[in-house]
């Protein structure tokens, strides 16, 4: 199905189970301990042997030697696997450094070496036996001391480097109210509780993996060209996901070590990384150095606005594409946008929740309110008055729909906004310095294929099938939901298989593209079902009424067992776009407030209260969409007051690579949260009407919670995380 014109009444628009609040379908599963993840699929091949991974010691260099005598004769050991001896191996392109690294090192814990035992203990103590001779090497591990060096990447994602409409310097130069400052944003790492783990096993020339990946396409793709096999001989399965935030996007080390292990071994392997190898191995979120600049009339109009933006990443790595909302958030005439990219030797920066945005976000709406602070301007009303619905670098193009004022405004009123003092360090409460803070949160709606394959049985059920993720989104019921409405039948009558390269090409999980593409796949899907079942019954397909577990057409109504007969009938269909994201700019929007309290003595940061206000197309499943924005608003807070991953930047690595070090939110951090949507539907987007949500929820976040800060103690922190050391000495006197 090609989706070219806007949507119309279509039988989504009921809404007798797409658009309820619904509890997971799998949710039981999950509660039981019964959801059959990567690492514990004991059910699906026998004798599995455990690797245990083996990461580089150093951050940049090379491998002189490698002596293996100790490690082979230690108790249970089956086979060691390095560079050495897996045999040549392909580097595929969505993967810029090498996952087994030898002789060369790109980074610090790339993985040179995998031990495969009986048991896991004995993997791991034999790895500890792997001695391994470096050369150390002249490594990059700074990004401020590599600025100077950097380049114009040239993005593969995110659009072009640099933009420009207007004159963006001589107005800014000529602008009677000028705001010129520079933020910086840390390292940060995914943290999600299930490693990357994979367990892998051979049968002739065919490999099979069962893994914890949210891109199964991707995945099965990427490592066929590694090893250099056939695509068709590579079968990835993960149907279960504990978490992937952007971090199992792409192939990592476990896939790939345990399928060279598996062969070596010629037994099953699983393959878990350990968990400072989950910092430093695989992929996170990079540091940005990010200056803004904007000039404004008198009357609080933006004239000029330019972001400039400096990320580093490995060789061939990409840019964090952190200037993405500023080209598309707020109006001014003239505009400039780019960005730089320092080649460091640290492990691959790449896609963490909200790639680009929420590090743009975490600068571009401090920005703004200090904007707001010089006009003596209520910071909402700012940005009401920038407001802009169309595209500001291209203009002809209006947005499918932009409710952000609306966001502004509903959430101000829900807030209390009206209480806040717009006096800095004026409130308290007890020993606390009390302050409010909002920002605006954007992300783009993104577009792209997906497939499904729907099957109904001679029972009356209805079976989907597509290589779709669940990373705890909650995709088994919303693509549910969505073959239920299509079909006439209820929830419980409907089953739904994701995660396996055998089934149908879907959109995957990422970029939050995954909820309105994978269902609008399988209302394609079900399109082609009605179909079939019409003709077979000789109705008019465009009048046949699906409901109530039957089929109706004029005076005629056959149930859809019936119907399907004892053979059951099948349809398989994928959803393509035309040119209506290129004629209208689709994108989500919303507003987060914070509240926040102070310790007047101690600087030590309470969140006290937040609120976010969305407006993201039909939400699909209000119970899931929720969870999923109150999800991203709490790593909002984990971004904005303590994740950072500190750089050791003599030898390259993250220091602080577990648990413990590397600090993250937890229930005491967060008491009270809220969120509402706005009613919308977008029939620019799909037939689902639907967009993203899952990353707008984290977009701004973090600005809010430093615009609060700021409010309740008078001090801008624009050098993210917000931690205690950099307000103590900056406390106002009355405290």
Not at 537 to 542: I, K, T, Y
Not at 624 to 639: F, K, L, N
Request: aromatic content about 6%; glycine content about 10%.
């Amino acid at each position: 199905m090609r989706f070219e014109h806007p949507a119309t009444f279509n039988p989504i628009d009921q809404l007798k189970v797409v658009g309820r609040p619904t509890s997971r379908i799998e949710g039981p599963l999950k509660t039981t301990g019964t959801a059959p993840y990567a690492y514990e699929r004991h059910d699906v091949v026998t004798e599995q042997a455990y690797g245990y991974v083996v990461g580089s010691a150093i951050g940049k260099g090379r491998i002189n030697a490698i002596d293996l005598a100790a490690a082979k004769a230690a108790p249970g050991v089956l086979a060691i696997v390095t560079a050495g001896n897996a045999g040549k191996l392909d580097k595929a392109e969505r993967n810029p450094a090498p996952l087994l690294g030898g002789p060369e090192i790109a980074h610090y814990h790339q993985a040179v070496a995998v031990v495969v035992a009986e048991t896991f203990e004995q993997a791991r103590a034999a790895a500890q036996l792997v001695r391994v001779d470096y050369a150390p090497g002249d490594g990059r591990f700074d990004l401020a001391a590599s600025r100077d060096k950097a380049f114009t990447p040239d993005p593969k994602i995110g659009g072009p480097a640099d933009t420009a409409v207007g004159d963006f310097a001589a107005t800014f130069a000529a602008a009677p109210v000028q705001l010129d400052a520079t933020y910086t944003t840390p390292d940060q790492g995914h943290a999600m509780i299930e490693p990357h783990a994979s367990i892998a096993a051979w049968e002739g020339d065919g490999l099979t993996v069962w893994t914890s990946n949210q891109m199964i396409a991707w995945g099965a793709t990427d490592l066929a060209k590694t090893l250099g096999i056939p695509k068709e001989n590579v079968r990835l399965i993960s149907p279960y996901i504990g978490g992937g935030f952007g971090g199992k996007l792409f192939l990592r080390a476990d896939v790939l070590l345990a399928a060279l292990g598996a062969r070596a071994a010629a037994r099953p392997v699983k393959v878990a990384l350990q968990r400072p190898l989950m910092f430093n191995n695989t992929t996170h979120r990079p540091a940005t150095i990010q200056r803004i600049r904007i000039g404004a009339d008198r009357d609080g109009k933006i004239s000029a606005i330019g972001h400039e933006s400096w990320s580093g990443n490995v060789k061939d790595g990409e840019p964090e594409v952190t200037v993405n909302q500023t080209r598309l958030l707020y109006a001014g005439a003239n505009r400039m946008t780019a960005m730089r990219l320092s080649e460091l030797d640290l492990a691959e920066g790449n896609a963490m929740r909200a790639p680009g945005e929420a590090s743009g976000m975490m600068a571009l709406e401090i920005a703004i309110d200090e904007l707001a602070e010089k006009f003596g301007m209520d910071p909402i009303e700012l940005r009401i008055k920038n407001d802009t619905q169309v595209d500001p670098e291209h203009p002809e193009r209006p947005f499918s729909k932009r409710q952000l004022v609306e966001c502004l405004r509903e959430g101000a009123t829900r807030f209390g906004w009206s209480r806040r003092n717009p006096q800095t360090g004026k409130v308290r409460d007890g020993r606390f310095l009390v302050g409010f803070g909002v920002a605006a949160a954007f992300r783009n709606n993104l577009l792209t294929k997906s497939a499904a394959r729907v099957r109904l049985d001679r029972d009356g059920r209805v079976t989907v099938e597509t290589d779709m993720t669940d990373i705890g989104t909650g995709s088994y019921t919303i693509i549910g939901q969505t073959a239920a409405e299509m079909m006439g039948v209820p929830l419980d009558k409907v089953v739904v298989r994701l995660g396996d390269s055998d089934f149908p090409v879907s959109c995957g999980s990422g970029g939050q593209w995954g909820g309105n593409n994978s269902t609008a796949g399988v209302y394609a899907a079900c399109v082609k079902l009605r179909e079939a079942i019409a003709q077979k019954l000789g109705f008019n397909s465009a009048e046949a009424v699906f409901a109530d577990d039957v089929v109706r057409s004029g005076n005629r109504s056959v149930a859809l067992a019936q119907a399907a007969g004892n053979d059951g009938i099948t349809a398989e269909d994928a959803i393509e776009y035309g040119d209506l994201a290129k004629t209208y700019q689709q994108s989500t929007f919303g507003a987060h407030f914070v509240e926040v309290g102070v310790d007047a003595d101690t600087a030590e940061v309470r969140v006290r209260r937040m609120l976010a206000v969305c407006a993201a197309g039909r939400i699909l499943n209000p119970t899931a969409a929720r969870s999923q924005v109150i999800g991203a608003m709490t790593m909002g807070v984990g971004a904005a007051l303590m994740e950072d991953l500190v750089v050791d930047k003599r030898h390259g690595f993250f220091v602080n690579h577990d648990l413990a070090g590397y600090e993250v939110p937890v229930h005491a951090d967060i008491p009270h949260q809220d969120m509402f949507f706005l009613d919308e539907t977008d029939p620019m987007s799909s037939p689902m009407k639907a967009k993203g949500v899952a990353e707008l929820g984290i977009c701004g976040v973090a600005a809010a919670v430093a615009n609060a800060v700021y409010n309740a103690t008078g001090v801008r922190v624009r050098d993210y995380p917000i931690t205690l050391d950099k307000l103590l000495d900056r406390m106002p006197d009355a405290a």
